[in-house]
């Protein structure tokens, strides 16, 4: 097999691999994307898609990437129906408001146009403090499909298989983008890598506009609310370590009463669906690019948590930087 110096294969084909794959080749590079599913069939199209870090470390860079996500996502609610972004106004609650900053991310509350500290009236009964903000938020599903779209546009291609290890992926592309996500596990070998499982029932919208989140970045359990066209996504879970895929009833009952207590319509709103993801998380993100054993360059991009859609364009520019780094001179 002869291997070009500008091919790149990216490993994974959700929301980090495809964004990562559209940025390479935009600038240039022939690019492949393996993936054992289908895009529709990833943790990606499960997630609830706000543009807010959520359970991802180290917060500095988190902010850095998920500012300059905001900034895409913004420019893509310019066209909703073909990028499935959005800016919808919403509500998140502080659950440590007496801490001078907060969750760790006081950088991303000063940077997001418009954000502000909410009013009493504001929020739901018992909350201290929270934040009122405009953001994106982002029909998962259709942004898959528009990624897939805009991949091709710019040349680049989508294989449905699996690699066996990262040394027999080097034989094919010289430069390797690692999206592979929670299968990074297996892959790299990385056991610091861990599934953090959600749980979220998909009902009828009765009228709901605006987004509300209730989640402390260490709590099992969490309460969201989130408009998209195809209805409202209520949550959910956030359980370490836990493998499981199939929707457990009584926890999804629990989801709908607790989104029902800020918004008492739900309770009545018919269910569509019920779905399972496990965030592929980590004590830190993994971006950095190694030399493997054959040569090959690999840019590691996973163990993005619960912030995968948010930081996904960040990181994407991050990755297209550390492979021109690699290929200038000297």
């Keep these: 097999m002869t291997i070009h110096a500008n091919e790149v294969l990216v490993i994974g084909g959700g929301v980090t691999g495809l ?20 895009a529709d ?5 499960v997630a609830g898609g706000l543009c807010w870090p959520y359970r991802i470390r180290p917060y500095e860079r988190a902010v850095r990437w998920s500012l ?5 996502f913004e420019a893509l609610a310019r066209r909703p129906a073909e990028t499935g972004s959005r800016m919808v106004t919403g509500t998140m609650t502080d659950p440590a408001p007496d801490r001078d900053d907060g969750d760790g991310l006081a950088a991303w509350y000063d940077a997001v146009p418009g954000l502000r500290r909410a009013r009493p009236d504001e929020l739901p009964v018992g909350c201290r403090a929270g934040w009122r903000a405009r953001t994106p938020l982002v029909d998962m599903p259709a942004h898959l499909r528009y990624l897939e779209g805009r991949l091709r546009d710019a040349g680049g291609t989508v294989e449905r298989r699996g690699l066996a290890s990262l040394e027999a992926a080097g034989q094919e592309a010289a430069v390797l983008v690692n999206c592979s996500g929670l299968g990074a596990r297996e892959l790299v070998p990385d056991p610091e890598v861990h599934p953090v499982q ?29 408009p998209q066209p195809y209805g409202v996504v209520l949550g959910g879970t956030a359980r370490a370590h836990s493998w499981g895929r199939e929707p ?20 009545r709103a018919r269910v569509l669906a019920h779905k399972v993801g496990l965030r592929p998380a980590r004590s830190a993100v993994r971006l950095a690019a190694e030399r493997l ?10 163990g993005h948590g619960g912030a995968g859609v948010t930081v996904a ?4 520019d991050e990755v297209a930087a550390l492979v021109r780094e690699a290929a200038l001179p000297g």
């Excluded at 935009?26 to 599913?37: C, D, K, N, P, T």
């Excluded at 069939?41 to 199209?45: F, I, P």
């Excluded at 457990?248 to 309770?267: H, K, M, T, Y």
């Excluded at 054993?293 to 996973?302: D, E, F, K, M, Q």
């Design 68 to 72: 300059r996500s905001f900034e895409v």
């Design 41 to 45: 069939g990833t943790t990606s199209a």
């Design 198 to 226: 959600g749980q979220l029932v998909i009902v009828e919208n009765p009228g709901i506009e605006e987004w509300y989140v209730s989640a402390d970045p260490g709590a099992d359990e969490t309460t969201y609310v989130l």
């Design 248 to 267: 457990d009833p009584a926890v999804a009952e629990a989801v709908v009463a607790r989104c029902a207590r800020r918004f008492p319509a739900l309770a």
């Design 19 to 38: 964004t990562s794959a559209v940025a390479l080749a935009e600038a240039g590079h022939r690019v492949r994307v393996a993936s054992r599913e289908a």
């Design 293 to 302: 054993p054959g040569g090959a360059l690999c840019v590691h991009n996973y």
């Design 313 to 316: 364009w960040g990181c994407a």
